[in-house]
């Protein structure tokens, strides 16, 4: 069966301008670290433009967290680029506090420093076909599908943004993904319009009214298996962030590998080198 792949369109405006894949790794002073809501931060470095430049939705840094009295994280830890401006000289992380690593990047204060190395991985292609994009993200999903708004803008494509949450207290970005023009529909746990056969209807919905040209989501195992089920359904392309635990965030370590179906056979593939954005049909649930 042929890949419903948003890499086999003609490459969109940015992908050809896509300098070479040139990581760096800096010491950035942290102009902010707010909280959002009651579990997630905002992180705000002050990065230089020709860092900003190479970043890409989709696209990840991996974070060197600071020691602190109660934690000293040895690895690193990857994280979705939430924003990058350069006209403000910003990179911006929203960040759940789950562990050592993220409990140390808490600490974080105006004018402490961070090292980090970037930007990496594969970003989102949007083919020059698509003028519809739907993307469908919950909770931190958020953090790495926000910059595919930017880029929407930018090229001048529609977006419409599910966003998902437990309940309307966690939701995000709403107010960012409608600054960008997108059309948003927010749906929480807590209102029982989150769950999978709701969240269908509304797509379906979408897909026949004004249309659907290409889907985009992140993370959750149940969303992967919605869009991938409507995606076949209406031969709708498609593109997955996948989240894996990393320790070079480089390919060298392959601790980030995980199974995918690509040309008719279960591959091995690294997440950090070969993704973290994969076709939406080549993703395994798990």
Not at 49 to 76: I, K, N, S, V, W
Not at 108 to 130: C, D, E, Y
Not at 216 to 244: D, M, V
Request: proline share 7%; net charge neutral; with cysteine.
């Amino acid at each position: 069966m042929m890949r419903n792949s948003l890499t086999s369109e003609p490459a969109n405006e940015n992908v050809g301008t896509v300098p070479p894949p040139v990581a760096y790794e800096r010491n950035l002073s942290v102009k902010s670290n707010s909280a959002v809501n009651g579990e997630y931060q905002n992180l705000v470095l002050d990065a230089p433009r020709d860092l900003l430049e190479r970043c890409r939705a989709g696209q990840f840094f991996h974070l060197l967290c600071p020691a602190t009295e109660l934690d000293a994280p040895y690895l690193r830890r990857p994280m979705s680029i939430y924003g990058f401006f350069p006209e403000k000289g910003e990179l911006q992380f929203l960040y759940k506090v789950t562990g050592s690593g993220t409990r140390a990047l808490s600490t974080l204060r105006s004018g402490h420093t961070l090292n980090v190395l970037g930007p990496l991985g594969v970003p989102f292609t949007i083919p020059h076909k698509a003028e519809r994009l739907l993307l469908v993200a919950r909770g931190v999903g958020l953090a790495t599908l926000a910059p595919l708004a930017l880029e929407a803008r930018r090229l001048g494509r529609h977006l419409t943004a599910i966003c998902s949450a437990r309940n309307p207290g966690l939701l995000m970005s709403l107010e960012y993904f409608e600054s960008l023009g997108a059309d948003v529909i927010p749906v929480t746990d807590a209102e029982n319009t989150s769950d999978p056969s709701n969240l269908e209807r509304i797509i379906e919905a979408l897909i026949a009214g004004p249309g659907v040209d290409a889907l985009y989501t992140c993370g959750s195992n149940r969303l992967l298996k919605l869009i991938q089920h409507l995606g076949e359904r209406h031969a709708i392309p498609g593109e997955i962030a996948l989240e894996q635990q990393m320790a070079c965030g480089l390919g060298m370590c392959h601790c980030c590998v995980r199974a995918f179906r690509r040309d008719g056979e279960i591959v091995n593939l690294r997440v950090c080198r070969e993704g973290p954005v994969f076709d939406i049909q080549e993703a395994l649930a798990w």
